[in-house]
């Protein structure tokens, strides 16, 4: 008879036979994280010996779920459902930026966090994955309302943010002002000035120069640097983009220097279009004055659907996750797609895309603009000595056409996707540093 204390050999089934999906998601409802882990499963048998510790990219380290309760103007109480999920933290903190949407999910927040994770890795910044949101729809909610919901979600999730911990930044719905009071309220909370606690900053709060351009720089790079490796000649090509907030406007701003005509753009309130181009720098101060390109008058109107239709070179998807789907992956009539948004084309749609030879370039090295000059104010943060804006263009450039060589280099090696490539490149970096630190306890 064995003593109560000693091991006993298991005789009940293998710990290792329970389903990788958490119990707190509804398999029928996974969203991005579906994607995620579909794409996770295709890297599988590129990583060697690595990857007994794949089980760690198909689970966050750690989420937190927080009520958010604020006073309304009117004197209601109004509650909204806050999240900060870290996916990854074996490179270093967490980073990855906060979403304010009303359809904002766990399983998305899960997902975004996720693509942190191997984007950082992509681009080789000490970072691991981590993303946040707030269920709540901001037009809905006066200034003062919008900064009650920004300050009590930043103290709710101040348990486990921090400049050496987890470092937020903008996302969709949020921008510089929001950043400002996320810095305040953690300060406050902590008792000191602690900038280096979000990124995305105003320049005069310790942001950085380039910071707010950063994602569109970088897709403007990336496309430079895909179309060179396809042959494709920049100036008089076509690009249409869907999304004109930060990442959509700035792109087209930027590929307009590099002679690319913006053809047609939809956001959430309309599509336009112009088969000559249009006047970017007109729609955005449009956009600004209307908070929509709907009524965009230097243009005609399409409808929503047809915007797949549209006849161009390049499309950027800058809005939102799954919207380049089975459903119009067939009609897409672009050379190559840019993703500036975070997954927006899913897994079966990536596949008919490669089939028809449209050259994907996957949001984890296209959009890693935004989070490389983060990373950049990060560190003018801790040193307190700031760069002027050439060189952190430079430095931002140097960085992205590196590491997209190297994963167009591993592409061709193996003979896969782009994103797949990605993948491979960044799953290598994140469990090899998993392997070195090893397992606690
Ligand atoms: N801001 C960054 O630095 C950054 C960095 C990397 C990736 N991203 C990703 O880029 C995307 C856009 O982010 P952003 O910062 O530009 O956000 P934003 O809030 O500035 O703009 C979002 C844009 O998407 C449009 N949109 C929303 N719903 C839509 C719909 N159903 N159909 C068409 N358009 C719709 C909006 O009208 C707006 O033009 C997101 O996927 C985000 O995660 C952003």
Redesign the pocket.
Known sequence: MSSPSAPTAATGPSPLSGHALPSYLDPAHLGPWGDYLQQIDRVAPYLGPLGRWIETLKRPKRSLIVDVPIRLDDGRIAHFEGYRVQHNTSRGPGKG?V?FHQDVTLAEVMA?AAWMSIKNAAVNVPYGGAKGGIRVDPKTLSLAELERVTRRYTSEIGLIIGPTKDIP?????TNERVMAWMMDTYSMNVGETATGVVT?KPIDLGGSLGRRE??GRGVAIICTEAARHIGLELQGARVAL???????SVSAKLLAQAGVRTVAV????GTVYHGGGLDVAALTAHVAAHG?VAGFEGAQALPSDSFWDVECEIMVP????R?ITEANAQRIRARMVIE???G?TTPAADDILNERGILVIP?VIA?AG??TVSYFEWVQDFSSFFWNEEEINQRLAQILRGAFEAIWEVASEHRVSLRTATFIVACRRILHARELRGLYP
């Not at 930044?169 to 719905?173: E, K, M, Q, R, Y």
């Not at 939809?266 to 309130?269: A, E, R, T």
């Not at 800058?318 to 996750?321: G, T, Y």
């Open positions: 930026g979403r975004l930044a903008p996302d969709v719905n995305g950063a994602t869907q999304g004109f907030g930060n990442v959509g939809q956001d959430h309130g929509s800058a809005a939102l996750e919207q500036g948004a975070n927006p949001d959009n935004g989070v």
